[in-house]
């Protein structure tokens, strides 16, 4: 792009002009913001005996956090984890008809394990372990069908489907091959097979989740969304990114980067699926905390405030850069004196709950899902250019390269959102490899939703 720098004043008889959209131009519609908690953990912490407390009053935790500002709840399923009673599909229903009683949306999070699958591992069944690779695709696709056509008869069908959980490697694997690079062949045979299995069973029952397929870490989503395209893996609706300072190699300002570019080079809202934050370095019981100092960010120390500071910044962020929300892993995971895991006896999360060692719930849940976020507005690139096609690039889309425009009419168009304020330079051509020598202009965004227009 061959740049140079116009004022609005001057944009009328410029190459480039910003106005309020006009009513003939077709906006497109405002993407969902999803405010979210996994409380997979709910009822076996009511089950050990774990009391809520909010102002005083005893609280249940899905109506806390709905009635604190959440929209989702995020419930996890594994395929058959004979070693809990928990997160089967029992559990399951029990956990959504709370969720939706509660006035929530849920995001249902397949694991396809018995047990924790996440980014360092992803261990197939014990009932899959030895099928080929055919017959685990028939076995993925059934179990995620059939659970969610068994929810449907009961009224619990989830409004958003995770096919897998940081599914970072190969799924439906195996530990010793945790660390071999992804065969895939066969990881897009399984991934096409649970998202069939989500469209299939919302066909048959009338609805339509959403599929989100989920990465841990930003630095490892683009590639692996670059390889899942390459091998045909693109009917998604969600891109989903777990966020822990602890594992990542990325500041936020880099997350809200990585953000930026996933949304428009991928036709799929794009948001952090699990983040969290301790509110202390203490431990109230003998089960290690998983996060310590070793989480910490400077600016955010272990404390109530900056709990609730870290999730403010961060979801703005997110925001800013076009996601669409944010969740928080395991917010009321307790220690209690009758339950624990394997790893020790009570929580591993306590200190970075959203409530302190007696239950009691802090400010952090309220500051942060009430809080008065500044949303991106709607901006349409509108422009003539001779020929077939059109592309354009600029700084908003963060490096990504030229993006090709939608032909309305007599003009193209490419639609993003962007904050009030954001200075934007852009090119135009008919051509991907010709917007490098195009002229460049610059506009400033306005409070709402306008038209950049574009002259060749």
């Not at 959504?96 to 591992?121: C, E, N």
């Not at 660390?179 to 299939?200: C, M, Q, S, T, Y």
């Not at 990465?215 to 692996?224: G, H, L, R, T």
């Not at 431990?283 to 403010?312: C, F, H, K, R, W």
Request: glycine fraction near 8%.
């Amino acid at each position: 792009m061959r740049g140079s720098r116009f004022t609005l004043a001057a944009m009328a008889a410029s190459l480039l002009s910003l106005s309020a959209v006009p009513s003939g131009v077709a906006q497109a519609a405002e993407p969902p913001i999803y405010l979210g908690v996994d409380i997979s953990y709910a009822n076996e912490m009511d089950d050990c005996g774990a009391v809520y407390t909010s102002g005083g009053q005893r609280v249940d935790q899905f109506r806390f956090f709905k009635s604190a500002g959440a929209n989702v709840a995020r419930i996890r399923i594994w395929n058959d984890p004979d070693w809990t009673k928990y997160s089967n599909l029992a559990d399951v229903k029990r956990s959504i008809r709370r969720a939706k009683d509660a006035g929530m949306q849920v995001l249902l999070d397949f694991h396809y394990s018995d047990d924790w699958a996440d980014g360092d591992k992803q261990i197939a069944p014990k009932a899959w372990a030895k099928l080929s690779t055919p017959d685990q695709a028939k076995a993925l696709y059934a179990f995620t069908h059939d659970t969610l056509v068994a929810l449907n008869r009961e009224g619990l069908t989830p409004e958003l489907v995770q096919v897998g959980n940081e599914t970072n490697g190969e799924i439906v694997s195996s530990l010793a091959k945790a660390k071999e690079p992804i065969h895939w062949d066969r990881n897009a045979l399984l991934f096409n097979a649970g998202i069939k299995a989500v469209r299939d069973a919302g066909r048959e029952t009338g609805t339509k989740p959403r599929v989100m397929l989920h990465i841990a870490q930003p630095e490892n989503v683009e590639p692996w969304f670059a390889a899942a395209t390459k091998a045909g893996v693109t009917d998604y609706d969600i891109i989903g990114v777990s966020y822990y300072s602890k594992w990542s190699k990325r500041s936020i300002a880099e997350l809200g980067a990585t953000i930026n570019r996933l949304r428009h080079a991928y036709a799929a809202d794009v948001l952090v699926v699990e983040t969290a934050y301790p509110f202390t370095t203490d431990n109230a019981d003998s089960s290690p905390n998983l996060l310590g100092a070793d989480s910490l960010i400077a600016g955010y120390p272990a404390t109530p405030a900056g709990q609730e500071s870290y999730l403010v910044d961060l979801t703005q962020l997110v925001l800013a850069s076009g996601g669409t929300g944010v969740f928080y892993w395991e917010p009321s995971w307790l220690s209690t004196k009758t339950c624990g895991t394997r790893w020790g006896k009570g929580s591993n999360w306590e200190n970075a709950a959203v409530f302190d060692f007696k239950g009691q719930a802090l400010h952090s849940a309220e500051g942060w899902l009430k809080h008065a976020y500044v949303l991106p507005v709607e901006v349409t690139f509108k422009a003539k250019v001779s020929g077939e096609a059109a592309f354009i690039d600029g700084d908003f889309l963060g490096g990504v390269g030229p993006r090709p425009m939608v032909r309305e009419g007599d003009a193209f168009v490419y639609r993003t959102r962007l904050m009030p304020g954001t200075s934007v330079t852009v090119a135009t051509a008919a051509t991907a490899a010709g917007v490098a020598d195009a002229p460049a202009v610059t506009a400033t965004v306005g409070r709402r939703a306008s038209v950049v227009r574009v002259e060749e």
